[in-house]
């Protein structure tokens, strides 16, 4: 069994496509047909169901794929070895971030890992789902570290390191009838539109919990993907938000305010998998995280 093999294997499982993996392993397509074709010889059984429209991983295939990625990590743990001996990092660095987010100042961090270890290939990704679609990636071995947002205890899939803690505010239209309150409460807040994040997000969870320990329900008109465009919905009165503060860009016309009886601690961490080592690239990007924090006012830098 050869290990490109299961590596086309495992590329094809994550892109649901040959077409997407083929371009993402930089081959023909035909050579990522061969390589599972050979592979289900191999195991005597089909790993892949093809239709015109979609590729799906039969019992068979569900079945190897945890292994494969398990084969593939033991095979990149003894190249980075060897590579640490060399004295060189190589292989390629799969990295999750959340969109948006001005706490990391993740192109200079990026940068200065690629100067430093210029042949470690960087691929960054972000999820559809926010933090949990991330934790749910590196769970699964399709990322190696990951930028996310968790309030509480994590998963046991992933190890997280809480990096700084942000308080989240709410962001009012200039006219609308709380903006000029000092003291603003959670029940004043009951009948209110929000425009919130999908769920998975982490901002997101810490307004949901903080709602339902105050026996609060709450209804959210509009879900937005990025979190620094959620104070500009407020701004044109489509609802209030709960935003960490560098999320509302400066000039903008809201009103901010704190929400006296809430715990509104919006946490970023840096997580990797909980089954699995991470590897020397891996290890390296994390030992230069702290050098790239970004800490805005009202910020709680967290130790390691």
């Given at each position: 069994?050869?290990?490109?093999?299961?590596?086309?294997?495992?590329?094809?499982?994550?892109?649901?496509?040959?077409?997407?993996?083929?371009?993402?392993l930089?081959?023909?397509?035909?050579?990522?047909?061969?390589?599972i074709k050979?592979?289900?010889?191999e195991f005597?059984t089909?790993?892949?169901?093809?239709?015109?429209?979609?590729?799906?991983?039969?019992?068979?295939?569900?079945v190897?794929?945890?292994r494969?990625?398990?084969?593939?990590?033991?095979?990149?743990?003894?190249?980075?070895?060897?590579?640490?001996?060399r004295?060189?990092?190589?292989?390629?660095?799969?990295?999750g971030t959340?969109?948006?987010?001005?706490?990391?100042?993740?192109?200079a961090?990026?940068?200065?890992?690629?100067?430093?270890?210029?042949?470690?290939?960087?691929?960054?990704?972000?999820?559809?789902?926010?933090?949990?679609?991330?934790?749910?990636?590196?769970?699964?071995g399709?990322?190696d570290?990951?930028l996310?947002?968790?309030?509480?205890?994590?998963?046991?899939?992933?190890?997280l390191?809480?990096?700084?803690?942000?308080?989240?505010?709410?962001?009012?239209?200039?006219?609308?009838?709380?903006?000029?309150?000092?003291?603003?409460?959670?029940?004043?807040?009951a009948?209110?539109?929000?425009?919130?994040?999908?769920?998975?997000?982490?901002?997101?969870?810490?307004?949901?919990?903080?709602?339902?320990?105050?026996?609060?329900?709450?209804?959210?008109?509009?879900?937005?993907g990025?979190?620094?465009?959620g104070?500009?919905?407020v701004?044109?009165g489509l609802?209030v938000?709960?935003?960490?503060r560098?999320?509302?860009?400066?000039?903008?016309?809201?009103?901010?305010?704190?929400i006296?009886?809430?715990?509104?601690?919006?946490?970023?961490?840096?997580?990797?998998?909980?089954?699995?080592?991470?590897?020397?690239?891996a290890r390296?990007?994390?030992?230069?995280i702290?050098?790239?924090?970004?800490?805005?006012?009202?910020?709680?830098?967290?130790?390691?």
């Amino acid at each position: 069994m050869e290990l490109r093999h299961l590596e086309y294997f495992v590329t094809v499982a994550d892109e649901r496509s040959f077409t997407r993996a083929a371009a993402r392993l930089h081959v023909v397509q035909s050579g990522v047909s061969a390589a599972i074709k050979a592979l289900e010889r191999e195991f005597g059984t089909p790993l892949l169901e093809r239709t015109s429209k979609r590729v799906a991983l039969t019992g068979a295939g569900e079945v190897l794929l945890p292994r494969a990625r398990a084969a593939l990590d033991a095979a990149r743990a003894a190249r980075d070895a060897v590579d640490e001996v060399r004295g060189g990092l190589r292989g390629t660095l799969r990295i999750g971030t959340l969109t948006s987010i001005d706490l990391v100042d993740v192109p200079a961090l990026l940068g200065a890992f690629h100067r430093a270890h210029p042949a470690v290939t960087l691929r960054l990704t972000v999820s559809a789902r926010g933090s949990a679609g991330l934790m749910d990636a590196l769970a699964d071995g399709s990322l190696d570290v990951a930028l996310v947002s968790v309030p509480g205890r994590p998963p046991g899939t992933v190890h997280l390191r809480q990096l700084l803690r942000q308080p989240l505010e709410l962001v009012l239209a200039p006219g609308h009838r709380l903006a000029g309150r000092d003291e603003i409460t959670v029940a004043d807040l009951a009948d209110e539109p929000f425009v919130d994040f999908p769920a998975g997000y982490g901002n997101r969870t810490v307004v949901d919990r903080a709602f339902a320990a105050a026996g609060v329900g709450r209804q959210v008109a509009l879900e937005v993907g990025d979190i620094t465009t959620g104070a500009s919905f407020v701004a044109h009165g489509l609802g209030v938000a709960i935003l960490p503060r560098f999320a509302v860009p400066e000039g903008l016309d809201v009103v901010v305010r704190p929400i006296a009886d809430a715990d509104l601690d919006w946490p970023l961490g840096v997580a990797t998998s909980a089954v699995r080592a991470p590897g020397a690239a891996a290890r390296a990007l994390l030992a230069m995280i702290d050098d790239h924090l970004r800490a805005p006012h009202g910020s709680a830098m967290l130790g390691a």
